[in-house]
């Protein structure tokens, strides 16, 4: 079979590298990952099926080996060099096959970190691999890969900065479309086409697209209202390349804005301005969220804010592209930032149930600041 890997085996030999070094350090004999980002960082392979149960071992000393259903077996070989990949059938218990081979790797005694964080370490499925595995001494190591996923090497950024690309082609393509008359569906159809025909693999959450009182609620997305003349038009998108991702967030006024808009946008703006200027190596992530939350709050706008300035963005499957869980630019968040953490800020500001308006950007931290992957016209657009 033709391989397609996305990054050369170099690196994803330095990231097992890296993860086995702090295995020795926590005195760890060996590490289950299960979730599909996990699983994907650390050896390449992918599945469109992403939620179903797949694990992967890695032991201190020998090779990493993967336990997936046979139909994703073949994907092993298309995307990923691991050698040792062990499928199961439908009708087996994929838990029993992977306690199988954990005892088969002579680590039935041994110390173990699980992602527990995981989705699909659910509670049902921890309790089931302990009775399989009753004499593993179990600890929770999820925080061990994010460690290794916060900081993205010169191949990731690459990857990003392409998405990005494609991602400005979308936002384009949606903003073009929005006039009166016109569905969120149409508009969202018309991202997704651009996006699509620009090399965009399928997305982690599609285009977000909604309009008037709608975009006033958090969280809404095309649901065929058709837009109307004085709607606000939230559009939040993101190209996606080799799995990694550039989300763009912009708002669009259909006629003159009337002055509560033209506000929210140009607090939003500022915000957005201030938490750039001040992301450097050295600072901690509460102090970026700081440099935005104050725009609002000196605005007396706080209430129609209240949310943290941007999270942690990188690699991404289904059903979202957000790695908050990380790192967020948040106001309790203490986390130093390093060069190659990359992050999505979306400040938005709403009238709730009457409208929105949103600007973002996706940035990496460098050496000496910060570099704007996302190359697009940070202004409220009437249309």
């Not at 990493?64 to 691991?82: A, G, H, I, M, N």
């Not at 082609?169 to 949606?174: C, D, L, Q, T, Y």
């Not at 939003?268 to 190596?281: D, H, K, S, Y």
Request: charged share 25%; glycine share 8%.
């Amino acid at each position: 079979m033709h391989k397609t890997p996305v990054f050369p085996r170099a690196e994803f030999s330095e990231r097992l590298d890296r993860l086995r070094a702090q295995m020795n350090a926590h005195g760890l004999e060996a590490f289950l990952a299960v979730s599909p980002e996990s699983i994907f960082y650390l050896t390449g392979y992918q599945t469109l099926a992403a939620r179903t149960y797949g694990a992967m071992l890695i032991s201190r000393d020998g090779p990493p080996v993967l336990v997936v259903r046979f139909l994703e077996s073949f994907l092993t070989s298309l995307y990923s060099e691991v050698a040792d990949v062990v499928s199961f059938d439908d009708h087996e218990d994929p838990l029993e096959v992977t306690a199988k081979e954990v005892s088969r790797r002579g680590l039935a005694r041994s110390r173990i970190a699980f992602e527990d964080g995981a989705s699909r370490m659910t509670a049902a499925t921890r309790r089931r691999l302990g009775v399989l595995l009753p004499q593993v001494d179990a600890s929770d190591g999820t925080k061990m890969i994010d460690q290794l996923r916060r900081v993205k090497s010169r191949l990731e950024l690459e990857k990003m900065r392409e998405a990005a690309r494609m991602t400005a082609i979308g936002m384009r393509a949606a903003i073009g479309a929005c006039r009166p008359g016109v569905s969120e569906n149409d508009v969202a159809a018309a991202a997704m086409d651009a996006l699509v025909r620009a090399g965009s693999e399928y997305f982690p959450a599609d285009p977000i697209v909604t309009s008037g009182f709608r975009a006033g609620i958090p969280h809404t997305t095309f649901e065929r209202r058709r837009l109307e003349p004085g709607d606000t038009v939230l559009l939040e998108m993101t190209g996606v390349y080799g799995r990694y991702i550039g989300p763009l967030m912009r708002a669009v006024s259909l006629g003159e804005p009337d002055r509560k808009v033209r506000k929210m946008a140009d607090l939003c703006v500022e915000g957005l301005n201030r938490a750039i200027a001040a992301i450097r190596p050295g600072v901690t992530a509460a102090h970026v969220d700081d440099a935005c939350r104050r725009v609002m709050e000196d605005a007396g706008m706080y209430e129609s804010f209240r949310k943290r300035t941007g999270y942690s963005v990188g690699l991404a499957f289904p059903p979202n592209w957000n790695e908050g869980h990380i790192i967020s630019l948040g106001r309790d968040d203490s986390t130093v930032l390093e060069p190659g953490m990359v992050f999505h800020m979306p400040p938005a500001l709403r009238d709730y149930g009457v409208s929105c308006v949103g600007f973002s950007e996706t940035v990496a931290v460098t050496a000496t600041g910060c570099d704007v992957l996302t190359a697009f016209p940070r202004e409220l657009v009437v249309a």
